[in-house]
């Protein structure tokens, strides 16, 4: 087996220290809004919505731009080094807003960055490799964010919430250095580009945007996975401790999965992924013991190792190579901006009719994405590489 290229490693060392510092922060975030700022659940859902929708409208920005200077360094720099500057922001709030405005421009840093790295890594790797190219990095990605929770459980009872955000500003600007440092691209000369047009792209490619953009209605945010842990008795400590484990679980197999996704096809992973789904929220819905919620959040892993690298590598796939980071960050965008309406409608759901109702939906729409997945009219034979 080949050995993948530098700027694979690169970037794999790059998202691990992010993790790092994104996931010290983010399992403490529900709780700190709730318990600390007196923030709803339907709060919660508004800012995860507003944060991840930001990210992803800005991910077609990222992409854009990126094939338009045809760099991604520069993009991924600014993407990675701007958040490593926000820590403040999260540690001095004093009100609900104040953490949304940290999320929102959190967030735009990602958008910035994603559909550039992700292009370079399509670039880098030879298409033989996909599988493991996206695998490993998501595995780094899921190292640094099972160490982050880690950290996060063994310093919030010394430092509080607010000492954990400020402390977590050191391995988002080791990040950066490490960009600066040893992330090298062969650019391009700057070329125009047509008007970013749906029609433009194959019809492989507008499918898959409609299967994931019904799946994507009913992903909640990983925030009310840990509400629902610490519904069934988990403190906010011990549920840290579960979500560390399921970091290390999805590191762990997101590298064995790539692989897999190199020899049995991306597709087939990526309906796994959307099973594992459906079944995981389908158990949290009937859940209601604490051993039955950490069991299905350690399953959830299972779905993330296989569906992020598999849909990148998938998608990797099906795009030209002129606009690969224009069409990655658009898939990333017409995603996203669903995650706005999801996750409020999760959260109401939560808040209105119960846990159960809301995860039942969520199950649901990711079962119907499977079955539209499967019957995609625009595969002639059926997808084995």
């Known amino acids: 087996m080949n050995k993948l290229p530098p700027a694979v490693y690169v970037l794999g060392a790059v998202s691990f220290f992010t993790d790092i510092a994104s996931e010290m922060v983010y399992p403490l975030l529900p709780l700190f809004l709730t318990g600390v700022l007196g923030a709803s659940t339907t709060v919660v859902g508004l800012v995860e919505g507003v944060a991840e929708a930001t990210a992803s409208l800005f991910k077609v920005v990222g992409g854009r731009i990126s094939d338009r200077m045809a760099a991604r360094k520069p993009l991924i720099l600014l993407g990675y080094g701007f958040p490593a500057l926000l820590r403040p922001l999260l540690a001095l709030a004093m009100a609900p807003w104040q953490v949304l405005a940290y999320r929102f421009l959190d967030r735009v840093g990602k958008g910035l960055r994603t559909a550039p ?83 433009a792209f194959s019809l492989q490619y507008r499918w898959f945007l409609l299967v994931t953009g019904v799946a994507t209605l009913g992903l909640s945010s990983n925030a009310f996975l840990i509400l629902r842990l610490n519904d069934l008795g988990l403190s906010a400590s011990q549920t840290t401790l579960v979500y560390t484990a399921y970091n290390l679980l999805y590191a762990l ?35 209601n013991t604490t051993w039955q919620g950490v069991l299905l959040f350690l399953l959830y892993a299972l779905y993330s ?81």
């Open 253 to 287: 197999m997101a590298y064995p999965l790539g692989s897999l996704a190199d020899r049995v096809g991306a597709k087939a992973l990526v309906m796994l992924g959307f099973m594992t789904y459906a079944l995981v929220y389908l158990g949290f819905g009937l859940s």
């Open 305 to 385: 190792a296989a569906f992020e690298g598999s849909s990148r590598a998938y998608l990797a796939q099906i795009i030209p190579a002129a606009e690969k980071a224009s069409a990655i960050g658009l898939y990333h965008t017409l995603v996203g901006l669903l995650l706005l309406p999801a996750s409020a409608l999760f959260g109401a759901l939560w808040q209105h009719f119960g846990s159960s109702v809301a995860f039942f939906t969520a199950a649901t729409l990711s079962a119907a994405a499977l079955v539209l997945f499967w019957l995609d009219p625009t595969s002639r034979r059926r997808y084995t590489s």
């Open 117 to 199: 790295r992700d292009a370079l890594i399509a670039e880098a790797a030879s298409q033989d490799s996909y599988g493991r190219a996206y695998g490993f990095h998501r595995a780094m990605d899921s190292l640094g964010a099972t160490i982050g929770p880690l950290l996060a459980f063994l310093l919030l009872p010394l430092l509080g919430f607010r000492g954990v955000f400020w402390v977590s500003a050191i391995p988002a600007l080791l990040a950066t250095l490490v960009i600066v440092l040893f992330l090298r691209e062969k650019r391009s000369q700057a070329r125009p580009l047509p008007p970013l047009q749906l029609s």
